[in-house]
């Protein structure tokens, strides 16, 4: 645990937001492109945070089976150091979009059950990072960001090849038993640094990362 912790901070909204997330010690910054989420960014939007980014902080892109019209716009109006794919992109999907955009490429995988595991082998070999997060419930209204932690124990003492973030449900309270049990180094947050859906606090994105750095 300690200093090597990685943590990307999520759903961000406004260039405050990415400004209280530098502040806190981020490593990423995630912007939401997903027209039913309360984390939803315009183009333009997200142009402006990205531009407000400091260097050093990778900027992440999290898009949801999104077609190459849209990755196109995309990739012409933000810059961007990855993508994150958070729906039901195949393997070779994300090789395409690897290959088309020149970009790192993030899956994220969906657990809660032993045997959801097996996905993160199908992927291993094309994405260059993987998100491991908690599946969303059946009828959710959002793929992630559900404020929704999965059991940790399905994956303690489990090592892939690639490196991997760990998401889901993560909040001050509890980032420090997640790490503790599942050996991420890498972690994502998004509702657990709100007060309110959409809307980031910088006193909780600071306790975060204390947190998970303690
Ligand atoms: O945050 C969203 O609104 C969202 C929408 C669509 C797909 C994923 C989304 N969020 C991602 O889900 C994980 C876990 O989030 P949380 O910490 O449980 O709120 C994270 O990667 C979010 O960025």
């Keep these: ?30 912007f939401v492109f997903f027209e039913r989420s309360p984390r939803n960014v315009t183009l333009a939007e997200a142009r402006d945070m990205a531009l407000a980014t400091p260097e050093g902080i990778a900027k992440v892109a999290l898009v949801v089976d999104a077609g190459d019209a849209a990755l196109d716009a995309l990739m012409a109006d933000v810059p961007l150091d990855m993508l994150q794919l958070h729906g039901h992109e195949s393997p070779a999907r ?22 959801d595991l097996g996905q993160i082998a199908l992927y291993s070999g094309v994405a260059d990072q993987l998100l491991i997060d908690a599946k969303p419930p059946k009828g959710a209204a959002l793929p992630g960001g559900n404020a929704l932690a999965f059991d940790w124990s399905l994956i303690s003492g489990r090592r892939w090849t690639r490196p991997w973030m760990l998401a889901g ?14 050996g991420a180094q890498q972690l994502d947050v998004s509702s657990g640094i709100e007060s309110a859906p959409g809307v980031k606090n910088p006193d909780l994105m600071r306790a975060f990362a204390a947190a998970a750095r303690s």
């Design 1 to 30: 645990m300690g200093r090597d912790i990685r943590i990307k901070m999520c759903g961000l909204r406004t260039a405050e937001d990415v400004a209280a997330a530098a502040d806190a010690g981020a490593h990423y910054v995630g």
């Design 94 to 115: 994300v090789t395409e979009i690897k290959t088309r955009y020149g970009l790192p490429v993030m899956k994220a995988i969906g657990i809660a059950e032993a045997p």
């Design 169 to 182: 449900g993560l909040t001050p309270d509890n980032v420090a038993e997640a790490i503790r049990r599942t």
